[in-house]
Each structure stands twice: as C-alpha cells, then as structure tokens.
C-alpha cells in the first residue's frame, strides 16, 4: 500500500493565485515525521519543511503555510500569491522513526506550473 | 548552494564500462543515502549507510557496489550497467538514525546516461 499519496498529478495556476497541494499519509507508528521537498527543473530536491507527529501547529514561512492535521493523516502545503518560480514538482515524505528513520517514503508528486 | 557535492554532474558509459560516482558532505551527518530518479517519478532509495555500516539494501542488482570510506564519503561504483539504468542518481545525508534522523539534504545528482 503506499504509503504517501499526493493525488494532484500536476497543477496549473495563473500566478499570484493561491494553490493547495494536497499530501494524505499512512503510517502506524506513533512517532514519524512528515516533509516536504521541492525539485525544480535543475533536479535539485530541495528541503522546505519537517514536522514531527507530536506538533500539530501550522507553520507559515512567508509564502509558504502547511497544514497538519491528524485526524485525517494529511499535512497539505499551500502557496500563497504563487510566482512564477514556484514552478517545481513537490514531494510529500514520511519517515518512521520505530522502523529506524532512515527508510523515507516519498509521494509520486506534484508537477506545479505558474503561469505568468 | 547545496551542502552535499555529488561528481560528477554528467556521465556517459558504455555497457562495459567502470565507472564511480562521488559523494561528499561535511555536516557531520552520520547517514548517507544513494536514489535512483526516473524522469517524472519519486526518488528510489537504493542504498543507506548509517556510521558508515550498510544498513539498508534495496535489494539492488550487484552491478550498482556502494562503499563509504569515511562518514563524509560516499562513493556507487558501477559496472556492466544497462540501458534502463540511465536515470539521475542523487546523493543525500542525514544526521543520524531513527528519531535523529532528521530531514535528507540532497545533491544536485549525477545524470548518468548508459549507451
């Protein structure tokens, strides 16, 4: 079963529109941790944030807000006022800290285009 | 700028061909990661040495032969590759194992072409 499921294939927004990409997780563990990565055209992933399975709060990094929500195993990313380098494919991961840590779970992806 | 160096950034080889990839990464992070990325689909893990031990195989054909010299070194050589192995192979580290894992920090990948 996968583990990680990010359903949106690929989006298109006009930019300086809001878009949510969507990340639904599956894990038994009651320790694990919950990441996004962004990998633009270069192939570069590049890290954006981790949030542990104790901490619920929503974060905010400037245009950036994710929202973890247990109840619903889903921890969604949300680009406000989106640019045109926000143009990337954005991974959703899991990683299971009983079964060691190491072994991360990726989604397939999200293929983001911003429109100019 | 990325923390973890991969070299090199291209690669072509023949199906006889020996070749390595390269992996650098001065963090002190004691985990180290070899993926496999196809065109359009996640990374694949391959291969995870933690404290410089192999701690996890996915069950990779024995052409692919990871070695970790050091904990800031992490080499894949290759040898008799196929075409259907030309993908890009990105590095990545972590500072520890289990809840110190910690989040993968990434190279830039090696795109490897197999002829």
């Known amino acids: 079963a996968q583990k990680v499921t990010q359903a949106q294939t690929e989006i298109s927004v006009v930019e300086k529109e809001d878009v949510t990409l969507d990340c639904v997780y599956e894990?038994?563990?009651?320790?694990?941790?919950l990441f996004w990565y962004k990998q633009p055209p270069s192939g570069e992933l590049v890290f954006l944030i981790r949030r542990n399975s104790f901490d619920e709060q929503n974060e905010i990094s400037g245009r950036y807000s994710w929202n973890f929500q247990k109840s619903t195993s889903s921890f969604n990313f949300t680009i406000t006022a989106s640019q045109v380098v926000d143009s990337a494919v954005y991974f959703c991961a899991l990683s299971e800290a009983g079964r060691g840590g190491n072994q991360f779970y990726f989604g397939t992806g999200t293929s983001l285009t911003v429109i100019p | 700028d990325t923390e973890v160096t991969q070299t090199p950034k291209h690669l072509v080889m023949g199906m006889t061909n020996k070749k390595s990839l390269k992996c650098e990464q001065h963090?002190?992070?004691?985990?180290m990661y070899w993926y496999k990325q196809k065109a359009k689909k996640p990374p694949e893990l391959m291969f995870v040495y933690s404290y410089e031990k192999l701690s996890i195989n996915e069950s990779v054909p024995s052409r692919f032969s990871p070695e970790c010299p050091n904990s800031s070194l992490l080499n894949l050589h290759l040898h008799a590759l196929q075409p259907e192995d030309s993908a890009l192979y990105l590095c990545a580290s972590s500072l520890g194992q289990g809840a110190n894992t910690g989040e993968l920090f990434f190279g830039e990948g090696s795109r490897l072409t197999v002829l």
């Open positions: 894990t038994r563990d009651t320790t694990y941790y």
């Open positions: 963090m002190g992070h004691r985990a």
